[in-house]
């Protein structure tokens, strides 16, 4: 059974940073495909940024140049590092991959910028 567990979130002044990771279990990590996407209130889920097994990455306009993606395959765990961080970005930030076809979620973990 795929399992995605985010952590790291919190409250952060803007301007500030925060890491957030994912742990994954019940899938073949090292071959998988890895993504965080983010909600803020009010609006639709927006993708973030994605990782590929060969560590090619790639990134919506809105963090490029301020958040990277990174994975670890040794702890199946992807990471997501924020800097810069803006009110914009307050969301609750989800992982996601893909498994036959199957998106899997996370239950999500809290990022609020705020000063």
């Known amino acids: 059974q795929v399992q995605l567990v985010e952590s790291g979130g919190g409250l952060v002044q803007p301007g500030g940073s925060l890491r957030l990771s994912c742990a994954a279990s019940?899938?073949?990590?090292?071959?998988?495909?890895m993504g965080w996407y983010r909600q803020a209130p009010g609006k639709q889920r927006e993708w973030v940024a994605t990782?590929?097994?060969?560590?090619?990455?790639n990134y919506a306009d809105s963090v490029k140049g301020r958040f990277t993606i990174s994975r670890d395959n040794a702890k199946n765990t992807v990471y997501l590092q924020m800097n810069a961080l803006d009110s914009e970005d307050t969301a609750v930030y989800y992982c996601?991959?893909?498994?036959?076809?199957?998106?899997?979620w996370g239950q999500g973990t809290q990022v609020t910028v705020s000063s």
């Open positions: 019940g899938v073949r990590f090292n071959m998988n495909v």
């Open positions: 996601n991959t893909v498994v036959e076809y199957r998106n899997y």
């Open positions: 990782i590929t097994s060969h560590r090619f990455t």
